[in-house]
């Protein structure tokens, strides 16, 4: 026993270990997050399959390196630079979503405990909050498809632009009339800004979620699709089934009641009492005037 300790002790001592300090364990748990939320990232999209590839194309390199096949090696290596930007290209969209999410406000605050400076309004009023759940519970009880878009900071100009303008107050009844089967409005999205109706058969982009139900359709993945690139909310009434469903930030609620879709755009709506006074950090008070 002493002999096999005296083996191991002098096995470890061979291998020179380098201290490990505070910082180096600091080091470790990052890297080890990061490197998570990377393979998180990546499984989520549509980079999943596309890593598969590039992992076939880095074992050929090994083995070009390998087999010393000069000629192959200098075209992997002209070719090393053109690979990157294309990489950029091709996951443009993923990256975009990355910076933006490095940028909201939820994710600042949860390293700088800042709390808002000055009022808040409310995205829309009770009125058009009602009116949007009752509109979604009568078109859920006739499966009638529907896909509306709330927003919220980000503009939605652009896919404004791709539908029909139509600048009018929300109502439950123009929401069940635009959606109505045979209806020169029914096909897209309808986009809300505050308590007006915006644009009608706008198109949006469609969400490359592996993680997404295969029985999901254009609908549903439009509604998500939308929630990845931007802050916007996002309702969803299947034609098929006639449940609700909603779409923030990437996530699928499927199955909701109408009590649950109105539990949701309570929160949605973010009424905040005006004050004088904003916290600079968590506990300490400073006047803003």
Known sequence: MDRLLNILSNAVKALRLPPIGLTNVLEILILTYLVYRLLLWIKTTRAWTLLKGIITIGFCILII?????????????????????????VFQPELRRVLEQLGEREFISRLLPLQDIGAVEELFSDKTLGEL??????MAKVKTGALIV????????????????????????????????????????????????????????????????????????????????????????????????????????????????????????????????????????????
Not at 70 to 89: C, E, H, K, P, Q
Not at 133 to 138: C, D, G, I, K, N
């Open 150 to 289: 709330i927003m919220q900071k980000e503009t939605l100009d652009e896919y404004e632009r791709t539908g029909i303008r139509v600048d009018a107050v929300v109502t439950s009844q123009l929401l069940i009339n635009i959606f109505e089967h045979n209806t020169p409005l029914h096909d897209g999205a309808v986009i809300i800004r505050g308590d007006r109706i915006t644009a009608a058969t706008c198109y949006l982009p469609l969400s490359d979620n592996m993680s997404l139900s295969k029985e999901l359709g254009t609908r549903h993945r439009a509604g998500v699709g939308i929630s990845e690139v931007t802050d916007s909310f996002t309702i969803i009434v299947s034609e098929e089934t006639g449940h609700i469903s909603t779409a923030y930030k990437g996530k699928l609620e499927r199955n909701l009641s109408p009590d649950m879709l109105r539990t949701q755009l309570t929160q949605l709506q973010s009424k905040t009492v005006s004050s004088r006074k904003f916290r600079l950090w968590k506990g300490r008070a400073k006047d803003s005037e």
């Open 133 to 138: 759940v009752r509109a979604s519970a009568e």
């Open 65 to 89: 390196y390998l087999l010393r096949m000069d000629t192959l090696i200098y075209l992997a290596n002209r070719g090393i630079s053109i690979a990157i930007i294309t990489a950029v290209v």
